[in-house]
């Protein structure tokens, strides 16, 4: 018995070889997974969306309680005022911002527009009756118009002097601010020298659109990296935003897909147009208004995923539907908020291929 079983061990190698055969897989196991990849949470005051859009210019965006600024600042040095009836140029500034919107042949009108007109004194000799002029002039219309306040005075050995112009508006094309002083005086001769002149132009966010607007890349959600396939496929991907918004303006979100390998192609998802919140008459939000958007990737935007590990991008941009008969009017307040978060349904193929 013993030698047949040593028999049958010395066997066992040469039967193997002879009638079976060991293979390497070619394939191993395949199977699908769902997954879910958060955006996050992007909501943003409207001041803060204001100074992030503005860029290197963002110290020109200011808060006053509620309000939200664009202050410009012209200043200019000595000058001196002879009565009667003489006049000095005291400053201007230049609100050229123009390319920063899309604007059609009406253009946007920022109302309310508001001048601090300020002297800094060095010499006063006699009571000056003092006339402000303001000139708005619109460098590409070529248009202008003039704004006046009569009835000032600077008293004898004054050493300041401060006064405000209201009911300015700003074009959406190269604005320039004069402010000119008349001064008049019963003293004959140099009655005025200035030791300085500061004029401080503040246009609030109160829009006016007479056509339709668009301002770009108001907010770049960003990229994001949880759709990059690796060695897996994607069989679909779908996205998912939700927004809660109080900013009295239409928003236009487009959705893109990068190639994260060369940085330079890109594909356009789609657009969605989100629809703005309930305002008064003025243009003031007077509450929040929600909105759930899905765009589905469609069969080439999966292959370009696949081929270019691509990644998902979203532009958030502020759109003004106004016209000439009945313009659009927005006045936001600082803490108007835009809210938007969601996720990217995406199912993968993964093949787990063969072993050595």
Known sequence: MRKLLWTALALLPIAFAGGCRVEKMDTGPSWSVNIKFPLGD???????????VAGKDSSKIIRQGDEVYWKEVGYQGRDTLITPDSAVTIVYVDFNKPKAIKRGAQGIILRDVYAVVKLFIDT???????KLKSILVFKESGERDTFIIDGLTIPA????FEDTIRGLYIKAETTIVYANAYGYSSYVGEVMLLDSSILEVYAPMHLEAHDTLVVEDMMDIGLNDSVSTGNASVVSATLHLFSRRSIPMVFIVDAWLKDTVTNVDSMFVGSVVLRDPPKDASGYSTGFVYDTIVMSIDTAGVRFLNEHAGQVRLKVSGYLPGNPVDPYKAYVKAEDSLGIWGYVET???INGGGGQ
């Open 42 to 52: 992007t909501a943003e005051s409207f001041y803060n969306i204001a100074r992030f």
């Open 124 to 130: 006063v000799k006699a009571d000056v009756n003092l």
């Open 157 to 160: 050995n004054s050493t300041y």
């Open 347 to 349: 199912i993968y193929d």
